[in-house]
């Protein structure tokens, strides 16, 4: 078993985690100035992505830059990884590969914690992924955790590159975000991503 096995049914069953999904997690949020790289390098890859309509694709050509825009944002303050293994505990499920973490540990060259965003590719299915997010997000925390880096909460994402769903694991409770963000409110996307980082500064 691993974290691409996990369900929203197992999560609740395996890790004892109970889910919410009728709340707006950033009601007051405002969108930000985005670069004029990422406006260019969006305006040329979503439409090339969504052609080829393949995860790798979506993924490459508009998730990582999105994420680096993040990263740009914070002054490189934090730290990026795209599909590395996280392992946490092998024994319960809580291992694999995540497509993307952000960390406010400025280390590159290996993950360090805090782990605060797991963000999960998707092929044209948000749903289908919200169980294995939630189950990387769980195992960000007991990573966190063994480190010495307890904080508050974990935030994570499940996207399919033009369309966003965020959630955020409080304890044993994770709250899926009630409203779907889309590529047109890049600005927005960008503020919600930046401000689940900032939460754990």
Known sequence: MAYSDFTLKRVKSDLNIKVIENETLFPNIDGIKISQFLETMLKRNVPLALAINTEKARSELIIANILLEVKDQLKNEISFFSGIDFTVDKDRGLNGYCDFILSRSIEQFYLDTPVVTIVEAQNENITGGLGQCIAEMYGAAIFNEREGNQIACIYGAVTIGD???????L???????IEKYYINEIQKIIAILVEMVNKNA
Request: charged share 35%.
């Open 163 to 169: 369309e966003w769903k965020f959630i955020k694991l």
């Open 171 to 177: 304890g044993d409770t994770a709250y899926i975000d």
